[in-house]
């Protein structure tokens, strides 16, 4: 119920390629859709996120694809960079308690992307 | 950079012994989240502060506590350590309320447990 899968656990793709991260969930609760960048010895960094009332959202190269009735998301980057080469993770967040605080993320288990030049 | 500094940045530990973790949350934010991440995993949610209270806690033992201070800074605290505890820790501060607001991640503490 808690769970995010994502896959795949890695790809590579040359640069100018669109690479293609995909997620899913189970549990409806889930309210807000992110997604992070991680770069080697670093803590993971917004890159875009989206709620489940919107299908699509994009943001430069970066577009997250959003299916609520099959509970699936993805990540499509164009164009692809050298420099876009790190780990993705795809989360879902819900809320806490009902007063104040924030939410809590659920993270897939990430993919590491690999950008050639 | 985040704003969001964790200290120290490596630590190893035997077996058995306590540890201590530190996060300055960054400015106007008042709530602070705890994650584990082990090697090639994403992050686990162990707990988060609001106000100076634990607003809700993930699938982890007792042994795994916290605290956050008036100033909204925060401590992970890890007892008995177990080898399956090296993981690297991150806290991720926001602004709080029920908006869904982004989480500002810390560049970590890498806990090795020999």
């Given amino acids: ?26 549990n409806t609760a889930f309210d ?30 970066f577009t997250i694809s959003f299916n609520k009735s099959a509970k699936q998301f993805s990540l499509h980057i164009m164009d692809s960079q050298p420099g876009d080469s790190a780990t993705y993770f795809c989360a879902a967040s819900m809320g806490l308690r009902a007063q104040g605080g924030s939410e809590k993320l659920v993270f897939g288990k990430g993919t ?6 | 950079e985040t704003g969001v500094t964790q200290s120290p940045t490596h630590l190893i530990k035997t077996r058995g012994q306590q540890v201590t973790l530190r996060c300055s949350s960054q400015s ?7 994650y ?3 090697l090639g995993q994403g992050p686990q949610f162990i707990f988060q502060y609001y106000r ?26 890890v007892n008995a350590l177990e080898l399956d505890d090296s993981a690297l820790y991150l806290c991720a501060s926001s602004p709080g ?3 869904n607001t982004e989480a500002f991640f810390g560049q970590g503490t890498r806990l090795t447990v020999v």
């Fill in chain 1, 1 to 26: 119920q808690q769970q995010v899968k994502q896959s795949p656990q890695s790809l590579i793709v040359q640069k100018g390629g669109i690479s293609i991260i995909n997620c899913a969930y189970e």
């Fill in chain 1, 32 to 61: 807000y859709f992110p997604w992070y960048q991680q770069f080697p010895g670093k803590g993971p960094a917004l890159l875009i996120a989206i709620r489940p009332d919107v299908s699509e959202k994009k943001e430069g190269r």
């Fill in chain 1, 112 to 117: 590491k992307l690999t950008v050639n030049p």
């Fill in chain 2, 28 to 34: 106007g934010h008042n709530t602070v989240s705890w």
């Fill in chain 2, 36 to 38: 584990q991440q082990a």
């Fill in chain 2, 52 to 77: 100076e209270e634990e607003n809700g806690r993930g699938n982890f033992p007792p042994r795994f506590s916290g605290l956050q201070f008036p100033n909204y800074s925060s401590e992970l605290n």
């Fill in chain 2, 97 to 99: 309320g029920r908006v």
